[in-house]
Every structure is written in C-alpha cells, then in structure tokens.
C-alpha cells in the first residue's frame, strides 16, 4: 500500500478530536499508523518511551502477517493465538473457543500463511487463577463527542490497559483482567445499543466487554486498510498477563454503566438495554448465543411445534435457554408468552400454566454451564420441531460460538448469506433465492407481487415523531439491494470459479414478472394488537401466518386479556362491561343524537381491531349538524389506537376516477383504517360498494398494465355536515350523527382531546377493545340471541361487534338504519314513483315504460276533482323526471329507453309497501311491470334494504 493511499484511509473523517493519525514510515517501506489518544487531562500522546527498538523490528516485520514477529512471544507468554484470514469476521479455525496455547508447528505453519491476522481467545489465561478472566473492553462507537467521553471514562478506571487501535473512526479496546469471587467465574456487564442521527441503517454503538468464548483481533491489518496499532507500542503478546490492570466485576459494571450514561447524553437513542450475562467458554455445545430476529422467531416458531414432556429440572435449563437466546432479540414479553404457552401443554402440570412459576424458573437460580444452543435445538427436534433440521447450520453455529470483534466494519451476529449463484439456469436461481427466503423467513411477502414492509419516521399534527410502515411494492431497485442484504451474490468467473456480483437486472425483473410466487401472502399491516379467527390475539411483531397479519410494532406494556378469570358468562360480561366503561370514556363529552348513534361510535372503535378475525364492517359516515362538531377528532382518536397516529385522511376529490386510484392505492398498500374526510357530495359508487362488502378486488397498480387480486381489510370512515348516502351505499354504511345543540359549536372547551387520551392511554384502551371482542367469543357469542334482524352482508360483523354491544347493553346500532333509508333521495324519488304508478295504472295491472312517457305539454295535465290538485298522469311525468335525473339516467328527458332502464334497475325493489316486479314479456311492447303490495313491509328487512 502506497503512502499516499494509506495517509487518505487514514485522514477521512478520523475522529473529529482535533487532530488526524500520525502516520510513521518503518523499515521495509511498510508504514503504520499510531492514532493519537486525547487523555483526561488533554494531552496528546504517540509511541510511549518504553517502545524498544525491538518492538519497532517486530511491527516491521510484523505488517503483513505478524506470526513470525509475534507467533513465539505468544507461546511464551501463554496467550491463547488463533489466525484470523485478512477481512475475516473470526476464526475459522474449528473449535477455536477451547484452544490453548498454540504450539511453535502451528506458529511456523501460520506464518507461512500470506495475510494471516492474529486473534486472541479471551476468557481463561494459564497464568491466572479460574476466577480471573482476561477481557476486551471494545468501545464500539463513532460519534465524536460520545467516543472521547467513553474513552476518558475507561481511560480513568484502567489508565494503563493497553489501547489497541483499528478501524480509524472509533477509539479502539483495551484490554484488562476482571476478577470474580474466588470459586465463581466473571460475569460482564455488555453496555446498552445506541443509534445517532448519522448511524448507519442497520448498526448500533455499545461499549462491549467481550469474554470467555469470544475473541478479538491483536495484530495483523485491519480491513480499513490500516495496521492494528497499540497506543504504547507495546502490546499483547508482548507484554505478560501480570501487566494488565484489574478491575472486579462490580467495578466493570459500573464502567460500563458510566459509558451508557455518557453515549446518552451525547445524543444516542437507547435501541437495547444493556444486560449482564454469564460468560461461558469451550464448546460450542454449551453456547447460547443472542439470535438475530428472523432466527429467533423461527425458534419460536418451533416451540409451538414441540412437545413438553420434559421433567422439571430440564424443563428449567430448557425455559432459561429459550429466553436467553430470543428474548434480547423479540423483547421480553414476546419470549415469555411464547414459553407460556408451551408450559401450558407441560404434562408435569396438568393444571395448567403458573406465570408466575416460569417467571421464578427463567430469572432465579443460574443456567446449567452445559446446556447450550445444541442441546436446545436436539429437544425440539426430538419432540416435534420437524424445520429444525438446518437451524444450526444456517446458523453457523454447529461448530463453534460465532467470533465477534467488533471493531470490524461490517461486523455483524447474523449468521453467514447463502451463495445465489447467478449463471445460465435463471429458473433454478429463482427457485433456489425463493425457497432460501421461504426457508430463512425474510421480510419478502407477497400481495399482488413481491413486497416489502416500508418503515419511515414523520412528525403528526401535534409534533410529536411518530414511526409509520405501509407495504412497498417490490421494484427491480429494490431487489437487488434486498439481494445484497441478505445473500451472497456471485456469478461465474473464469476456469470454474465464483466471483461477487450484484444481482443483475434480468433476474430481477424475471422474478418481479413470474405472476405466481411461493411466499407469504400478507393480508393487512397493523401497529397494534387484533383479534384472530381463532380467537387468538395477536400482539408479537413480524409476520403472523395463521392470521396473515404483518404487526409492525409493539405496543409497550400490552398484556393479553387473562381468560382464566371468565369462568362463567357473567364474569366474562363483567370484565367486557368494565372494558366497554373504559371506551365510552374516550367520548363522553360528545353529544350524540340517539342512543343508537353512541353505540356506532363504539362499534367504529371495536371493527378494525376484528376484521382480521373474518369479520367484514359496513363504513362509518359521522354525521355533525355544522362544521366543529368534532367528528374528525373522533376519527383520530380511533385511528391513533389502531396505528398509533391521527388518521389517513382523502376527499372525494375533483372526479371519481381520482377518488378510486386514490382508495385502492390504499387498498394495495395494506393500510388497515382511512378516512373520507369534507364529505361534501352523496356517498356512492361502485368502487365504495366493492370494497364495503368484496374481500377481494382485482386492482391495476398504478403506472402498469397488469392487475392484481388482492385481499384487503380496510376499515372506512367518513366525516361530514348532513351526510347524504345514495342508492346501493345506504345499506352498507352506518351514521353516527352528533348534535351539540348550540349555535356555535367551535368555540365549546372540553376537559380533553379524545385523540390526545387515546395516545396517552394507548395501551389500556386496545387492551380493553380487545377484551369486549374476546370475552364475548369466549362466552359463544351470547348477543347473537338478543338481535331482532339480520344484516346482509355483514353478518359476521354482527356476530362478533353488533351482538357484543348488544349483550352489554348498548343500543343495536343498526337501528340508525331507518333514518338513512328515509334520507335516502334515490329511494325516497323510487317510493314517489311507486305511489304515482298506483295512482294511475292501479295494482297489479301491467304497464310498459311506453305506456307511462309523459305526454306533452298540452294533453299531460287532466283538470283534478279538487281544481288545483295536478292529475295523477302529471304527478307519475313529473315523479320519472326527478327519479331519472337523480340516478343519472338518459339526458333529462323522460323517454321510453329511460324509463325502462330506471324500471330494470328498480325491480324487486320495495318502498313503503310497495314492490316493483316483471309482470310478462310482450313482443309488442317489451318488458311489463307492475306495482303490488308486499308480503314483508319491515324496513329492516333483507328485501326492504337496497338491494344488492
């Protein structure tokens, strides 16, 4: 490497401390650069005066591959050495965690080996007692003002632990003995992960001490393209075990506590608490390592597929593994619901799970030393667990502990990418990157085509910054970066061999156009808990199979509702009542209209947390009598709930094309709420209709010609002043009309926002939702009983959120129906035309449109018995000229061709009593019809509704 390149490499960014790397010509035109070290007291320091011409030889000689300078003093010294291949992660040496000192063959062989790097096994020392272990504090962190304060912190408990330096952006390790009460091995203290503003995606900062089965890298290159330097000169393996500092295991604690404190208040957002773990050493048999997500929710996965017939002893070392393992990863409360319910299926307890029994059996008493993540992965398999075959081997880990240094860039826990080998054979590729997808359970889900969960942070209407996910559809761009994430990518280079690659663009749109794919369909994307068929709720984040639900976050503090307390109906209508109070509380000070008119609001509230449980909800239109009745606050008090944000919100828009691209983009995205927000023209239209009561839509994404079937779960809401609801709609929507009885509603003050509550209570207010959800189907749907009339297509709806109000006393909100056929213009104009048809042509007499066209101007209008009442014949012209013009058929006139397609669309219908049906065919004047009393006036009626 010239100068030139090695004083840029090293002058880029460096710390920002004031100061760049001294870079230091040595023998053999070899250079090394000595990063200067800002003490507490400020001064700046290179090599130190106890660097021996010797030691200076050795880094000469020791540049390239630093066995030969450094192998020997390693042996001496009883430093556990193991070779590291330059750009390496770890050791590849096979069980490198139990090593000892190398032998002087093993140093010989190594340092014939071209870029070979040298590690250090931490842990045991032959040299110190077994209570002694030697110890890396790497100070993983970049952020300028965080990395010079950890630095004076660990500079001020161990002031003369040799600094080891690398990568030029971060301050380095030091290296230390930590001491254990005799007869007890160390226990460490692993710091907190921080995330700055400028962190990459993907990356945390944490001071780390790495111990016994981990290992860190003492002297050789770093993949920077800079020397492993030690700030003295001198380093391990030149220096002797005595001379490290010690530090005891509450101190260590304490160091790294103070290192947290500090990275917190230089500005870094706390990711994952720090934690104390049990350092354990040797084979790869007794590691358990922290599991990345994806691995930790396929183990978890698992553990609903295996048996517990373990007996308590190993059901103790079993539970503590499992948690160990998944929960830093998931978070506490996803690992032990997960555990509680396998102790629930516990043939040593069959009385059932006791939380507080495993609580006792994860937290109290210490791990077995000897069961580790192999043995973990034997007992599922063993009872059950059939996809646990491969886990180890994704893994890496059926060999030894995953080495971890780092201050390696790119350095990672996740286990190693497959090879996706793109050659000639495009359809094998495809099928191999789709089934290590599968396989792995990466974030790839299919709706309408590949997509991708989206994550984005913006601030909402109160300021405060709120996270948002939404389903981005899959584009060539975007599957080669996923490519580069998770696989290896490499294409065929020359004589046989593989080289890197990016994936290129033909593979990537094959895949894109394939049209049929084998990965997860995904229904909706939520950011709170719902209400599965099964009667399950669904809290965990990530992807839920039996649900098809995506859970993009978790909402802190949720506990799923204890049904063990609902031993009878009553005690379930007890806990549902409470829950319902709770509710209620989000609208108390809003006046509504009629009793039926609060329970809509409350069923607005319980739909979207059901509808993953198969249940299809009607729209949601609040209804003021004025502008600031408050209906959008309510709207967002609902939508903050469900997503943790104030509600999507649309208008109608200039025209309905606009206003359906607009709708089924969101359908298309998988957004779980959306508001029609102004309503100021009729609710109607196919497109409403169709995603009302269809559970799939066929939808043509925007920008292509192609179009998609996809399902949805979208819950609809509409707020406006005097809402008018037309033609087929009027059956599939339910108005909440709110009237504050005063002039100026605006300037009304309230003790609350019901938006601002629902973020404050966030967590007790979904859990009651779900309560009244959970406790009525626990019960069998009691409330089902209690309705007087059915509600066509909506009829699981009615099961699970209708006849749950119900049953608690609330008013059956279908009773706001009547009031919205009455204010319905196309069947009020349809009841007129009916009374005018038996006025003129009498019941059940057969009538063609031809019959029925007004007449004109002069011979229409018949003198009335009264004088000034218009005749009969004049009221029916004038009836079909207003019903036409509202159902937008023909130009305004009242012609045969109108008139007998506004009598097809109306047949079978029924108003006020009266049912419009075909009476014959004639083959001189066409379709006849005729007026006749209906059997079944109810206007609640399935046959009195709209139709449809």
């Given at each position: 490497m010239?100068q030139?390149?090695?004083e840029?490499n090293t002058n880029t960014?460096?710390w920002?401390?004031g100061?760049?790397p001294l870079v230091a010509?040595?023998?053999g035109?070899a250079l ?5 070290h800002?003490?507490p007291q400020g001064?700046t320091?290179?090599?130190?005066e106890n660097?021996t ?5 050795r880094?000469a000689r020791?540049?390239?591959n630093?066995?030969?300078a450094?192998?020997?003093l390693?042996?001496?010294?009883g430093?556990?050495a193991v070779?590291?291949e ?10 490198w965690p139990?090593?000892?000192?190398p032998?002087?063959?093993e140093?010989?062989a190594?340092?014939?080996?071209p870029g070979?790097?040298m590690?250090?096994?931490l842990?045991v ?8 272990h030697?110890?890396?504090?790497d100070?993983?962190?970049?952020d300028?003002?965080a990395a010079?304060a950890v630095?004076?912190i660990?500079r001020?408990?161990?002031p003369d632990a040799?600094?080891?330096?690398g990568n030029?952006a971060k301050?380095g390790?030091?290296f230390?003995r930590v001491?254990?009460?005799p ?6 203290r692993?710091?907190?992960k921080?995330?700055?503003?400028d962190?990459p995606?993907?990356?945390?900062e944490q001071?780390e ?5 981990r ?5 050789g290159m ?7 330097a030690?700030e003295?000169g ?10 490290l500092?010690?530090?005891s295991v509450?101190q260590?604690a304490?160091?790294i506590?103070?290192?947290?404190a500090?990275?917190?208040?230089a500005g870094?957002v706390?990711?994952?608490a720090g934690?104390?773990?049990g350092e354990?050493?040797g084979s790869g048999?007794?590691y358990?390592?922290?599991l990345n997500?994806?691995a930790a929710?396929k183990?978890?996965?698992g553990l609903?597929q295996?048996?517990?017939d ?6 103790i070392a ?6 160990t393992?998944?929960?830093p990863?998931l978070g ?15 043939e040593?307890a069959?009385?059932g799970?006791d939380?507080e029994?495993l609580?006792r ?6 791990q077995?030393e ?6 973990l992965v034997r007992v599922m398999r063993e009872?059950?667990?059939?996809a ?7 893994l890496?880990?059926?060999d030894?502990?995953p080495a971890n ?6 350095a ?6 497959p090879v996706?080998?793109?050659?000639a054979d495009?359809?094998?590729a ?7 997808v599968?396989e792995?359970?990466?974030p790839?889900y ?7 969960v989206?994550?984005?942070r913006y601030?909402d209407?109160?300021g405060r910054?709120v996270s948002?996910?939404?389903l981005?559809?899959?584009?060539v ?9 998770h696989f ?6 020359r004589?046989g061999?593989?080289v890197?690659?990016i994936?290129?663009h033909?593979l990537a749109a094959a ?11 995904i229904g909706?994307?939520v ?10 709720i669904?809290s965990?984040p990530?992807f ?11 909402l802190?503090?949720f506990t799923?509702p204890d049904t063990s307390?609902?031993?009878t109906e009553?005690?379930a209508r007890?806990a549902?009542r409470?829950?319902?109070t709770?509710l209620?509380?989000l609208f108390?000070h809003?006046?509504?209209?009629t009793?039926a008119?609060?329970?809509?609001a409350?069923a607005?509230?319980l739909t ?12 949601f239109?609040?209804n003021?009598t004025?502008?600031g009745v408050?209906?959008?606050k309510?709207v967002?008090a609902i939508?903050v ?9 649309m ?6 094309a606009e206003f359906?691209?607009h709708?089924?983009?969101?359908v298309?995205?998988g957004a779980s ?5 102004n309503v100021?023209q ?7 209709n ?5 559970e ?5 994404p925007?920008?292509t010609?192609?179009t998609?079937?996809?399902e949805h ?10 809402l008018v ?5 009027a059956r599939r929507?339910l108005t909440c ?8 509603p605006e300037?009304r ?7 601002e ?8 207010l979904v ?5 009244v959800l ?5 019960s ?6 209690r ?19 119900v049953?608690l006393?609330?008013a ?5 129906t009547a009031g919205?056929?009455?204010a319905?213009?196309v ?14 042509v009498?019941l059940d007499?057969?009538?063609g449109?031809r019959?029925i066209?007004p007449?004109s ?5 018949v003198?009335a018995d009264?004088g ?6 004049q009221?029916?012209g004038a009836?079909l ?10 130009r ?13 669309r ?5 108003v006020n009593g ?5 009476a014959r065919s004639?083959?001189k004047?066409g ?5 006749s009393?209906a059997?079944d006036?109810?206007?609640h009626?399935a046959r ?5």
């Amino acid at each position: 490497m010239s100068q030139a390149v090695l004083e840029q490499n090293t002058n880029t960014k460096g710390w920002g401390f004031g100061s760049t790397p001294l870079v230091a010509p040595i023998a053999g035109g070899a250079l090394t650069a000595l990063r200067p070290h800002v003490d507490p007291q400020g001064a700046t320091r290179g090599l130190a005066e106890n660097d021996t011409a010797a030691s200076r030889d050795r880094r000469a000689r020791g540049a390239l591959n630093p066995w030969g300078a450094y192998g020997p003093l390693a042996v001496d010294g009883g430093w556990r050495a193991v070779p590291i291949e330059a750009g390496e992660k770890g050791p590849r040496l096979k069980g490198w965690p139990g090593r000892g000192v190398p032998t002087t063959p093993e140093v010989a062989a190594w340092a014939a080996k071209p870029g070979a790097n040298m590690g250090l096994v931490l842990g045991v020392h032959e040299n110190l007692p077994e209570n002694e272990h030697v110890v890396a504090v790497d100070m993983d962190v970049t952020d300028p003002t965080a990395a010079r304060a950890v630095l004076d912190i660990v500079r001020r408990y161990v002031p003369d632990a040799p600094l080891r330096t690398g990568n030029p952006a971060k301050p380095g390790a030091v290296f230390v003995r930590v001491c254990a009460e005799p007869g007890d091995s160390p226990t460490l203290r692993q710091g907190g992960k921080y995330r700055f503003a400028d962190t990459p995606e993907g990356k945390t900062e944490q001071v780390e001490m790495l111990g016994a089965g981990r290992q860190a890298v003492i002297r050789g290159m770093h993949p920077a393209g800079v020397p492993y330097a030690w700030e003295s000169g001198r380093g391990i393996p030149e220096i002797r075990v005595a001379e490290l500092p010690s530090l005891s295991v509450a101190q260590a604690a304490k160091m790294i506590a103070e290192c947290d404190a500090a990275i917190e208040a230089a500005g870094g957002v706390l990711r994952q608490a720090g934690r104390v773990s049990g350092e354990r050493g040797g084979s790869g048999e007794a590691y358990l390592p922290e599991l990345n997500e994806s691995a930790a929710r396929k183990l978890l996965t698992g553990l609903e597929q295996t048996a517990n017939d373990l007996d308590r002893d190993e059901w103790i070392a079993f539970v503590k593994a499992v948690h160990t393992v998944c929960a830093p990863a998931l978070g506490e409360e996803i690992a032990f619901a997960a555990l509680l319910r396998f102790t629930d299926r516990w043939e040593a307890a069959p009385e059932g799970a006791d939380p507080e029994l495993l609580r006792r059996a994860i937290h109290e008493g210490r791990q077995l030393e000897s069961y580790g993540l192999r043995n973990l992965v034997r007992v599922m398999r063993e009872r059950g667990w059939t996809a646990g075959a491969g886990f180890l081997a994704q893994l890496d880990f059926s060999d030894a502990p995953p080495a971890n240094d780092n201050d390696m860039p790119g350095a990672t826990d996740d286990p190693p990418r497959p090879v996706l080998l793109q050659d000639a054979d495009i359809a094998g590729a495809l099928d191999a990157f789709e089934a290590s997808v599968t396989e792995r359970g990466l974030p790839l889900y299919q709706r309408g085509g590949p997509v991708m969960v989206a994550r984005g942070r913006y601030r909402d209407r109160c300021g405060r910054e709120v996270s948002g996910s939404a389903l981005h559809m899959m584009t060539v761009a975007n599957l080669t970066e996923f490519a580069s994430r998770h696989f290896d990518v490499r294409r065929p280079g020359r004589k046989g061999s593989e080289v890197p690659a990016i994936l290129s663009h033909q593979l990537a749109a094959a895949y894109l156009d394939r049209g049929q794919w084998r990965l997860p369909t995904i229904g909706a994307l939520v950011q709170a808990p719902i209400l599965a068929r099964s009667g399950r709720i669904v809290s965990a984040p990530g992807f839920d199979p039996e649900s098809g639900v995506f859970v993009a976050d978790t909402l802190t503090g949720f506990t799923t509702p204890d049904t063990s307390d609902w031993r009878t109906e009553t005690d379930a209508r007890r806990a549902a009542r409470a829950a319902l109070t709770l509710l209620a509380g989000l609208f108390s000070h809003y006046r509504f209209a009629t009793p039926a008119d609060r329970s809509v609001a409350l069923a607005a509230l319980l739909t979207p947390f059901a509808v993953h449980a198969g249940v299809r909800g009607p729209l949601f239109a609040f209804n003021g009598t004025g502008p600031g009745v408050g209906k959008s606050k309510l709207v967002d008090a609902i939508a903050v709930l469900l997503t943790g944000a104030r509600a999507q919100a649309m208008t109608q828009g200039v025209s309905a094309a606009e206003f359906e691209k607009h709708m089924l983009g969101k359908v298309l995205e998988g957004a779980s709420l959306l508001n029609i927000d102004n309503v100021e023209q009729p609710l109607e239209g196919d497109t409403l209709n169709a995603v009302l009561t269809q559970e799939r839509l066929s939808i043509r994404p925007l920008g292509t010609s192609r179009t998609v079937t996809v399902e949805h779960r979208l819950t609809l809401y509409a707020t406006g002043n005097n809402l008018v609801v037309r033609g087929d709609m009027a059956r599939r929507v339910l108005t909440c009309r709110i009237d504050p009885g005063v002039e100026r509603p605006e300037l009304r003050t309230f003790p609350f926002d019901p938006a601002e509550r629902a973020a404050a209570e966030r967590t007790a207010l979904v859990s009651a939702a779900l309560t009244v959800l959970a406790a009525h189907a626990h019960s069998g749907f009691p409330g089902m009983a209690r309705l007087t009339t059915a509600y066509g297509s909506f009829e699981e709806w009615s099961r699970y959120v209708r006849a749950a109000l119900v049953w608690l006393g609330e008013a059956d909100p279908l009773d706001v129906t009547a009031g919205l056929r009455e204010a319905d213009p196309v069947l009020t104009r349809l009841g007129v035309v009916l009374d005018a048809l038996v006025s003129t042509v009498g019941l059940d007499v057969p009538f063609g449109a031809r019959d029925i066209v007004p007449g004109s101007a002069l011979t229409e209008f018949v003198a009335a018995d009264d004088g000034d009442a218009p005749a009969p014949r004049q009221v029916l012209g004038a009836a079909l000229r207003e019903a036409l013009a509202e159902e937008r058929i023909g130009r305004g006139l009242a012609d045969a061709a109108g008139i007998g397609r506004y009598l097809g669309r109306n047949e079978g219908r029924v108003v006020n009593g009266l049912r419009l049906d075909k009476a014959r065919s004639d083959a001189k004047r066409g379709h006849l019809y005729r007026v006749s009393r209906a059997a079944d006036a109810n206007p609640h009626s399935a046959r009195g509704g709209s139709g449809g």
